[in-house]
């Protein structure tokens, strides 16, 4: 009975899921204004000149947090310098702090947060019916469109990547500041199909780059760079490994026909594959490429919060240990 209830659970939140999916899909849910369908970036543009650093930022929520720590610690205290700062979902709004020259203001701005409505609207019902996602993202765009400057984000001299998903498409897409929908596609980034809705942009629907390249490395390998710095917000190694234990054991006994197991394997395979795929291939390549390569991710069993669970002790902590962690992989020798 209890495995019953357990897979009809199981079932009934995939369906949920895939309908908000859906929804988020056909929902018209506009927050900037833009004039053009914009198309991917030619890597090849960036080529140049040659991209001495780049900085990559994963996905994560609110384990973003540890990106922003690694980060604090990199430019402030390091004083290490990025020629072009790539990333996708809670990376995306890092890196464009990070171009636009204002690391503070973003510290500030994760300070400043009291709950998770700081960040996404409630009402669940609403949400899913009207808007295509278990959470409205209202506040998110409000803080978007007061402290992301478009006019800071060009006078760079630092290249801004922001990954994003065409829904309609698959593609994968690489946006610059330059595009006239920046603040759109860095909102879009963030847009986790199912949790909240698909920003739509000049009839397309755009989402977090995540759901298909966690930490978009690879196409960086693409271009001619000496060195790539990824910043993860979670520990890979801590990921894959609870990816590769769950219900193994049920499969071990030959129990395959269990709709839970069989589902949330599925998923764990997937995960599995998004989370390291990139990651590998990238190490693989930079080796033989000849190009520097260093990761900054948590210690495992240091983030006991899930990406979407709100705790303000856990952010400063996930800060504090982001800083930490990058003074281990770049530290500074006095005398």
């Known amino acids: 009975m209890c495995c019953r209830k357990k897979s009809i659970m199981v079932l009934f939140f995939t369906g949920l899921l895939i309908a908000t999916f859906c929804l988020g899909c056909t929902t018209k849910t506009r927050y900037f204004t833009g004039d053009r369908l914009t198309s991917s970036v030619p890597l090849k ?19 973003g947090a540890f990106e922003l720590g690694a980060i604090m610690y990199l430019i402030q205290e390091f004083g290490m310098q990025f020629d072009l700062v790539c990333g996708t979902s809670v990376g995306a709004l890092i890196a464009a702090m990070i171009v636009q020259g204002d690391i503070d203001v973003a510290k500030d701005i994760w300070g400043s947060l009291e709950s998770k409505e700081d960040i996404f609207s409630p009402g669940f019902v609403e949400n899913i019916i009207v808007k295509g996602g278990i959470y409205g993202i209202e506040p998110l765009a409000e803080l978007v469109n007061k402290y992301i400057s478009v006019e800071k984000l060009r006078k760079s001299n630092i290249q801004l990547l922001v990954g994003v998903v065409c829904l309609e498409t698959g593609e994968f897409m690489l946006i610059d500041q330059n595009d006239s929908n920046i603040k ?16 739509e942009i000049n009839g397309r629907h755009y989402v977090d780059g995540g ?7 690879r196409q960086i390998l693409d271009m001619d760079v000496e060195e790539i710095i990824m910043v993860s917000a979670f520990n890979l190694e801590e990921k894959i490994a609870a990816a590769e234990s769950k219900n193994l054991e049920s499969f071990k006994k030959g129990d395959f026909g269990n ?7 599925g998923l764990q395979i997937v995960m599995h594959q998004l989370l390291w795929g990139p990651i590998d291939f990238a190490l693989t390549m930079a080796e033989y490429k000849g190009i520097n390569v260093k990761l900054i991710q948590p210690a495992r069993g240091v983030l006991k919060k899930g990406a979407f669970e709100f705790d303000i002790e856990e952010i400063r902590a996930s800060i504090k240990h982001g800083y930490e962690q990058a003074q281990k992989a770049f530290p500074i020798y006095l005398g």
């Open 184 to 199: 759109s596609f860095i909102l879009a980034s963030t847009s986790v199909p199912g949790m909240t809705p698909a920003i």
């Open 211 to 217: 759901l298909r390249y966690v930490m978009p490395v």
């Open 259 to 265: 709709l839970t197991h069989f589902v949330e394997r």
């Open 45 to 63: 543009d960036y080529n140049a000149k040659k991209v001495k650093r780049t900085l990559v930022l994963s996905g994560g929520a609110f384990f």
